[in-house]
């Protein structure tokens, strides 16, 4: 397999278990705010912001989300919004531990492969993957999402329980538990975006993946561009108050539409293609808004909030810090899978064979 079908392995080890940085939010109403989110406070307030010739908040640059928090908060620290020091050291000191020795994570959505240190896909020592730790903070939260209160994705609808799921990822491969995998795919559409190399991980919403989580912002009064290095996509986002294009036109990433609200720049997005809709929502009534804040010279607090009242019982809201880091970010070759494609469907059409059915049947 290529670079792309390494680093969404990896995504299902940090994605899920993973995500920090810095943040300057205060705790939850009636909690004391930990040592260091005050002294993040601090170093923010010391700090002058950088603008541009036309007075907007200077993004610019090369960032990465990379971290180690859950996007949902964890039963033990319920009712907890923050970290103590300790904790959250312990939460960094784990994800790095997981990263290299190939620990067991629970609870991750979607992914059956487990970290093989011992593995030339996934051995980031040995193959000078190590600086993707450069940039990575420690983050005194305790989850990602931030609303609703308790730190959890929110129910979902009657109509999104009974929606059947896309193919993505690799849900196509089911694990044989005999260090094999049994092939669910008729038709190369049924391999899923990921494995094809579909456009689909510059977001919305900036998620992480592993050493290729890295971003380049690259900024104007009339747009804004975000090159994500996994997949080398570029989202260009115009910064005017027009309309959003007609409904009947579906985007990989949506269409985003921006504008500055203070110092913080307010991302909306609609016309989601059905394949990229995120999380299996639905296309025709997701709304996917991002802010971007500079909170301090080595950091911008990313949020978005999903809404979609056809698929959760409410909007939900989650932040993602991204550190600055040291550019340039390396080109991300994927090959489209061209060859990948054609020997996973020979290869499970064989296995039919061998296996008695004299012809290829579905196995979906």
Aim: hydrophobic share 35%; net charge negative; with cysteine.
């Amino acid at each position: 397999m290529n670079r792309f079908w390494v680093s969404w392995s990896a995504l299902a080890l940090l994605a899920a278990a993973s995500l920090s940085g810095p943040s300057s939010l205060a705790a939850q109403s009636g909690a004391a705010k930990p040592k260091t989110a005050a002294k993040l406070d601090a170093k923010a307030a010391a700090w002058t912001m950088p603008r541009l010739p036309d007075g907007r908040p200077d993004l610019h640059g090369y960032w990465t989300n990379l971290s180690f928090t859950p996007m949902e908060r964890p039963a033990k620290y319920q009712g907890r919004e923050f970290l103590t020091e300790q904790e959250m050291q312990e939460v960094y000191k784990a994800g790095l531990q997981v990263t290299y020795e190939g620990q067991s994570v629970e609870g991750i959505e979607g992914f059956g492969e487990l970290y093989n240190p011992t593995s030339v896909d996934y051995d980031v020592t040995t193959y000078a993957l190590s600086p993707w730790q450069n940039g990575i903070r420690p983050n005194p939260r305790s989850s990602l999402i931030v609303d609703p209160p308790d730190g959890r994705i929110p129910p979902l609808t009657a109509e999104a329980k009974a929606r059947a799921s896309r193919r993505g990822g690799f849900s196509y491969v089911e694990d044989d538990h005999h260090g094999g995998g049994i092939v669910h795919a008729d038709v190369p559409t049924d391999l899923g975006l990921n494995t094809t190399c579909m456009p689909v991980h510059a977001g919305p919403p900036l998620l992480p993946a592993e050493y290729n989580s890295n971003l380049l912002i690259v900024q104007s009064p009339e747009s804004l561009a975000i090159e994500r290095e996994v997949g080398s996509e570029v989202r260009i986002i115009p910064l005017d108050p027009g309309p959003h294009v007609s409904a009947n036109i579906h985007e990989w990433h949506g269409d985003s539409r921006g504008h500055w609200e203070g110092d913080t720049l307010v991302v909306e997005t609609t016309n989601f293609r059905p394949e990229a809709a995120y999380r299996n929502s639905n296309p025709k009534t997701l709304k996917i808004t991002e802010r971007f804040t500079r909170i301090d010279k080595d950091t911008i607090e990313y949020k978005f909030t999903v809404d979609d009242p056809t698929t959760w019982t409410k909007p939900w809201s989650a932040i993602i810090p991204m550190s600055r880091v040291n550019g340039p970010i390396f080109e991300y070759a994927c090959s489209e899978d061209n060859n990948d494609a054609v020997n996973i469907m020979a290869g499970a059409r064989a296995f039919e064979k061998k296996a008695g059915e004299g012809k290829p049947i579905s196995q979906k």
